[in-house]
């Protein structure tokens, strides 16, 4: 059974650091993996796909890797500005289901 | 239409009602799921619809839960004789196809349940 798994739950780091967040899973047979960002009271919004023939995907200052074989995926975010506060889920998707993380919440401080 | 669209977006109700909560997905998009959020949790599975196909419903938590998909566009989750662990919020997202490698999932913006 996939499990997935996101590490730290919580995370608070001051304006223009880098930082990793990281997800993992049990199951390498996976179609993709996503990465999602959650703000309060809103939907999810989708930010990158991997596919699982892919080792990364890049999308401004998001860069999420995936190694199947480790069952490891990181969400690497440049530069953070307060307006990347929000709860980043990671989600692995097999056949039609997806199978969530928790989630990191991230604080930027100003 | 542009996104997922889902109403009521709040919906406060006494337990034992009956809840409809709708959704209107993206035009052409074939995939169909509902999750649950409760506070502070992840996403819980509820039911998945992908075209014309019978839809999994194997994350519905009772048979109080039921959902359709009327002509392969809007879906209604409904609730009969709502309880308090039924307070959650429910979302719907739809995507173009469900079981491919390029599963991009656009999400609605949730119907916030609470159950008095």
């Known amino acids: 059974k996939q ?11 001051p304006e223009g650091e880098n930082l990793v967040l990281n997800c993992s899973f049990t199951d390498s047979a996976i179609y993709n993996l996503q990465w999602f960002r959650q703000d309060p009271g809103k939907g999810l919004t989708s930010l990158l796909l991997i596919q699982s023939s892919q080792r990364e995907q ?9 190694d199947k074989s480790s069952g490891r995926s990181t969400l690497y975010i440049a530069a953070s500005q307060p307006g990347d506060s929000a709860t980043y889920l990671c989600a692995v998707q097999s056949n039609y289901q997806l199978i969530w993380g928790a989630g990191t919440k991230l604080i930027i401080k100003p | 239409g ?3 669209s889902q109403s009521p977006s709040n919906k406060v109700t006494e337990k034992g009602k009956d809840v409809e909560l709708r959704c209107d ?9 509902w999750y649950r959020q409760s506070l502070g949790q992840g996403l ?3 039911i998945y619809f992908q075209g014309n196909s019978a839809p999994d419903k194997s994350g519905l938590p009772s048979d109080r839960f039921s959902a359709e998909r009327t002509g392969g ?3 209604t989750l409904t609730i009969q004789r709502t309880q308090q662990e039924d307070s959650a919020v429910y979302l719907c997202a739809s995507s173009l196809r469900g079981s ?3 599963n991009v999932l ?3 913006a949730g119907s916030r349940l609470t159950v008095l």
């Open chain 2, 25 to 33: 997905p993206i035009s052409g998009h074939t995939a169909l799921y």
């Open chain 2, 73 to 75: 566009s809007v879906s």
């Open chain 2, 100 to 102: 491919s490698g390029a």
């Open chain 2, 44 to 46: 819980e599975f509820l």
């Open chain 2, 106 to 108: 656009t999400f609605g």
């Open chain 1, 3 to 13: 499990e997935v798994t996101q590490i730290p739950a919580a995370l608070s780091v």
């Open chain 2, 2 to 4: 542009a996104g997922v």
């Open chain 1, 58 to 66: 890049t999308s401004g200052r998001l860069n999420a890797s995936l």
